[in-house]
């Protein structure tokens, strides 16, 4: 087989073969294919695209090409949910309990983040001694034992995709439908578990700024999942203004902690049980999606929920305490309130500058090598809807320096505001299911 027949070949608009995708991988992943070759496939997918069959081999070669997680030890149907990622999304942190306590096993791999805030992990380590630091033994035990747990990536997990991901990040090729399905459900693949809920983010805050765009995805990935043998659905949500109103590290640990308790904001709870709800019906646990909405709304009543985040903190070294003393997070010097300057309702926020904002008060990372402060973030006093005076505070930056005045800057220019009351801002647009548009 010669790499340049392929480029040709899907240059041409062709179907590539199983064995031709499982060869290029392959060869790509030891180093056999030159960088300038796989850029040119790269952007010979991004114009032809590829098919639903193509697009699924391409997912299981990626897949296969490093570790993968055997859940079949641990009972029942295993399923994980994914995010696009969005700005003040902490629904992981609150679902991966919150599931657990209706009796659907949550083995969960999650990575750092590079961006406006840290990632699941970086999250969930501003809880004292909190560490997903635990080898696959580990892992699997403790999901067997205590229904859940949530570990760091494996480094060999998916390397073809991390190598293409480089290469498209400098070639223009990243926005390709193909290989952003591919990439993201190939890790989903390869870290074992038997059902799939995504939730695929639309609007200024997301990576696919077009609920058409969106939908494709959503489509694209629930399709890869059906392919595969996964039991796979989409929901996809909001994301013209941040989930929930805390932006940070250790407010957004704190916020889902209050979803737990029934005390969160409403976005982020009802985001909850929507996802919450499918991995439960998804794992055979429930009747129906009603039904097993019924069931986690009983557990977070019953105070279910918050004991299985106690039992989660604890049994990964972390100090279940905070779940009850928020003080014992890490806390910023300073609180400082940002004015409106002027008046109105507002009607939509630029949600990746509010994003940028966390970042610039150290909340993420925009280098590998950065260090995050767990303390400092953001909590919005207005959202989409509301009605702001001159003078009304629009957010409070919690931070650990006192000259904040570019940052003031960056979110006042953030929030749009109209003269007429806007309506309600929609959380959840559509769900999609395979063989669905």
């Known amino acids: 087989m010669r790499m340049v027949d392929i480029i040709e070949k899907k240059r041409d608009g062709l179907q590539l073969t199983k064995e031709e995708i499982r060869w290029f991988i392959t060869e790509y992943t030891a180093d056999r294919i030159p960088d300038y070759q796989v850029s040119a496939l790269a952007m010979a997918i991004y114009f032809q695209d590829m098919d639903s069959s193509e697009r699924a081999e391409l997912t299981i070669a990626m897949a296969e090409s490093g570790d993968q997680i055997d859940l079949s030890s641990i009972e029942g149907i295993k399923v994980d949910k994914h995010s696009t990622g969005g700005v ?33 992990i970086d999250k969930l380590e501003a809880i004292p001694n909190f560490s ?40 223009g090729t990243v926005n ?51 392919n595969v043998g996964r039991k796979t659905m989409a929901v996809i949500s909001d994301m013209n203004q941040p989930l929930g109103v805390g932006v940070g590290n250790a407010i957004e640990i704190k916020e889902a902690i209050d979803v737990l308790k029934g005390e969160g904001p409403e976005d982020v709870l009802e985001l909850c049980l929507v996802l919450g709800s499918h991995m439960v019906y998804l794992a055979d646990k429930a009747s129906s999606v009603d039904d097993a909405r019924k069931q986690l709304e009983d ?45 109105g309702y507002v009607y939509e926020i630029a949600t990746d500058k509010i994003g940028v904002a966390a970042m610039q008060l150290g909340a993420g990372r925009a280098t590998k090598e950065d260090k995050i402060d767990l303390a400092v973030g953001l909590k919005l006093k ?43 801002a929609k959380l959840i647009y559509k769900e999609i299911y395979p063989e669905q548009g």
């Open 132 to 171: 997903c630091d635990m080898d696959t033994k580990d892992f699997l035990e403790q999901v067997q034992t205590k229904g859940l747990a949530v570990a760091g990536q494996t480094g060999n997990l998916t390397p073809a995709d991390k190598q293409l991901y480089g290469l498209r990040d400098v070639t």
């Open 176 to 226: 390709s439908m193909a290989l952003i399905a591919s990439s993201i459900m190939s890790k989903k693949i390869a870290s074992g578990s038997d059902a799939i809920v995504l939730d695929v983010k639309t609007g200024s805050g997301a990576f696919m700024k077009s609920l058409e765009d969106s939908t494709a995805l959503a489509k694209a990935m629930v399709d890869i999942g059906a």
């Open 88 to 120: 003040g999304d902490k629904t992981t942190i609150a679902l991966v309990p919150l599931v657990a306590a209706a009796g659907v096993p949550v083995a969960k791999m999650s990575g750092r983040g590079l961006g406006h805030t840290g990632g699941t």
């Open 382 to 424: 207005k959202k989409i809807g509301d009605k702001v005076e001159i003078g009304d505070t629009l957010v409070t930056l919690l931070a650990n320096r006192e000259e904040v005045e570019d940052i003031k800057e960056l979110v006042q220019a953030s929030y749009h505001l109209q003269t007429e009351q806007p309506e309600k």
């Open 299 to 343: 557990v977070i009543a019953n105070g279910k929920a918050v004991e299985m985040m106690k039992v989660f903190v604890e049994s990964q070294g972390g100090d279940p305490a905070v779940i009850d003393d928020p003080s014992l997070f890490p806390q910023a010097t300073y609180e400082i309130d940002v004015p409106a300057i002027e008046e």
